[in-house]
């Protein structure tokens, strides 16, 4: 079975439909905690001709803020250790025998919840380059550009650039990495549909 990267479905979604006027790209694990959100992103999406992205600054289920203030987790600079190794046959254990070193990520637009451009050095870029991951490894660490990554280097090479937005969506982030996750996750699921269902009833 042919491997399907995130940034590929991206990537499928975008050429799909070139006459849009802008993509709303979105995780699964994402929720919204106030209204009026892809509202606020579009204008500001607008505003500014140099952005090709507005990307919504990521919140917990009440509203407190985790990214979009600096080097913070997941952000720019952000470090983790990661193992990797190239199989040498197909039904060999990935982890067996793997390599670990550090690697920082890179700069890039965060498609949890993303307000993205359809202009045409974005759909150049998402053509000829695509938006799945890149690494690259040295003894003195590596560099992650996860997806969108290498987009966003190109769009500089444009003069564009990408922003936080003013509005904040949740994102339950991660948690579909362990199973371990699960249930806790199901659980602030839950407590956000009652909070929800109060709320609208």
Same mark, same amino acid.
């Given at each position: 079975?042919?491997?399907?990267?995130?940034?590929?479905?991206?990537?499928? +979604?975008i050429?799909?439909?070139?006459?849009a006027?802008?993509?709303?790209?979105?995780?699964?694990?994402?929720?919204?905690v106030?209204?009026?959100n892809?509202?606020?992103?579009?204008?500001?999406?607008?505003?500014?001709?140099?952005?090709?992205?507005v990307?919504?600054?990521?919140?917990?289920?009440?509203?407190?803020?985790?990214?979009?203030?600096g080097?913070?987790?997941?952000?720019?600079?952000?470090? %983790?250790?990661?193992?990797m190794?190239?199989?040498d046959?197909?039904?060999?254990d990935?982890?067996?025998?793997?390599?670990?070193?550090?690697? %920082?990520?890179?700069?890039?637009?965060?498609?949890?919840? +993303?307000?993205?451009?359809?202009?045409?050095?974005? %759909?150049?870029?998402?053509?000829?380059?695509? +938006?799945?991951?890149?690494i690259?490894q040295?003894?003195?660490?590596?560099q992650?550009?996860?997806t969108?990554g290498?987009?966003?280097?190109?769009m500089?090479?444009?003069?564009?650039?990408?922003?936080?937005?003013?509005?904040?969506?949740?994102?339950?982030?991660?948690?579909?990495?362990?199973?371990?996750?699960?249930?806790?996750?199901a %659980?602030?699921?839950?407590v +956000?549909?009652?909070?929800?269902a109060?709320?609208?009833?």
């Amino acid at each position: 079975m042919p491997l399907n990267t995130h940034g590929e479905i991206l990537r499928d +979604l975008i050429l799909s439909r070139p006459n849009a006027d802008s993509y709303l790209l979105l995780d699964a694990d994402a929720f919204f905690v106030d209204d009026g959100n892809i509202a606020t992103m579009a204008a500001e999406l607008a505003a500014d001709p140099a952005l090709f992205a507005v990307q919504a600054r990521q919140c917990d289920e009440h509203g407190v803020v985790w990214q979009g203030t600096g080097d913070g987790y997941g952000g720019p600079g952000w470090q %983790r250790m990661i193992r990797m190794k190239y199989r040498d046959t197909p039904d060999q254990d990935w982890w067996d025998g793997a390599d670990e070193f550090t690697f %920082r990520i890179g700069d890039r637009a965060n498609p949890f919840c +993303l307000l993205l451009s359809n202009k045409l050095a974005v %759909r150049r870029a998402v053509d000829v380059i695509g +938006l799945s991951p890149a690494i690259t490894q040295c003894v003195r660490g590596g560099q992650w550009w996860d997806t969108m990554g290498l987009l966003t280097q190109v769009m500089k090479t444009h003069g564009l650039s990408w922003r936080y937005s003013a509005a904040n969506v949740g994102h339950f982030a991660n948690v579909s990495w362990t199973n371990e996750w699960s249930v806790e996750k199901a %659980r602030r699921r839950d407590v +956000l549909l009652s909070q929800y269902a109060a709320r609208r009833g």
